[in-house]
Each structure stands twice: as C-alpha cells, then as structure tokens.
C-alpha cells in the first residue's frame, strides 16, 4: 500500500541544526569584570570565613567541614588594578585531583548560563599581556557584555620542588 500524505505528518522531523551545548557557570564578579566557573566543580559558597597561614604568593588556608581548603589569590585573575573590595564570599572549587581549592569574591556569586559553542577564543595579541593562564576564553552574554571563562584546573600555579 503507498503511503498516504497523512503518513507524513506523524514522522518525527529531523531537526538541520546542532543541539545546544549549554553549561551552567557560577559568575564572580571582581570590580567591573566578570568572570564564570563551571558549576559542576563548585562544591560549596560560605559566607563569611576566616583565613589562616598566608604566603608571600597570597595563598592561605581555610577549614571547612569538608576538610582544609587552598585559597588562592584572586588578586591573580584581576584584569585591572582597582582597588579590590574585602571578600565576604568564598566559592570552593573541587579539582580533578581531589584538592578543594577556594576563590574569595566580595558580591554573592549568580548563575549564568552559557552556550559552549559560542565560546571565544582569546586573541594572542591580548594573552600576550599579564594575563591568568587560568582565563581561557570569553563568554558572549545577551546584554552584549563579556564573561571571561576561567579554568580552574590552571588556578594553582605548578609546584615545583
């Protein structure tokens, strides 16, 4: 029996255009730029903490249930030399390694949710400037601003002994 044309309407169209790669990113926002973390890695934020054996690198150490976590820096991904708010928030981060790792914010960090297609690679011209190694690309948002992607992984410089 041919096929009728009221056979074709309940075939399932075949959508042409790539699905989405979207990720959910927690955005830290450090003077007048933006930054975003993959969700999937931030294991906790705290409100109000207290740091503890700081090193001329800036690191220090925080307790937390969750057992003794790295805080970085955050002067180290700052684009600009403003004067950087105190830190009232800590975000922390579980590496592939295992280690937790904090980065102090002074705002409440938001939710931001992000189309991975549309990531942009930073230029080598730009790289070539004091830039984190962690800051890997730009992040499109609607309100036709920035976000720049940080890589957690490439937040804690290599140890070397």
């Not at 399932?12 to 969700?39: C, D, H, W």
């Not at 690679?121 to 720049?148: C, H, N, W």
Request: charged share 15%; net charge neutral.
């Amino acid at each position: 029996m041919p096929p009728t044309p009221y056979h074709r309407r309940f075939q399932k169209q075949v959508s042409s255009q790539a699905p989405n790669l979207t990720e959910k990113l927690i955005a830290l926002r450090f003077g007048s730029e933006q930054y975003a973390i993959p969700m999937r890695q931030v294991q906790s934020v705290l409100n109000n903490f207290t740091a503890y054996g700081a090193l001329e690198t800036g690191q220090s150490l925080v307790m937390h249930n969750q057992g003794i976590v790295t805080l970085i820096d955050s002067a180290t991904l700052f684009l600009s030399q403003q004067a950087i708010a105190p830190s009232q928030f800590l975000v922390i981060c579980l590496l592939d390694s295992g280690e937790l790792l904090g980065i102090p914010t002074s705002e409440m960090p938001t939710i931001l949710e992000a189309d991975l297609s549309k990531l942009a690679t930073l230029p080598m011209g730009y790289r070539q400037g004091r830039l984190s190694p962690a800051i890997e690309k730009l992040i499109p948002v609607p309100d036709s601003s920035v976000v720049f992607y940080i890589n957690v992984e490439r937040l804690l410089p290599v140890a070397t002994y």
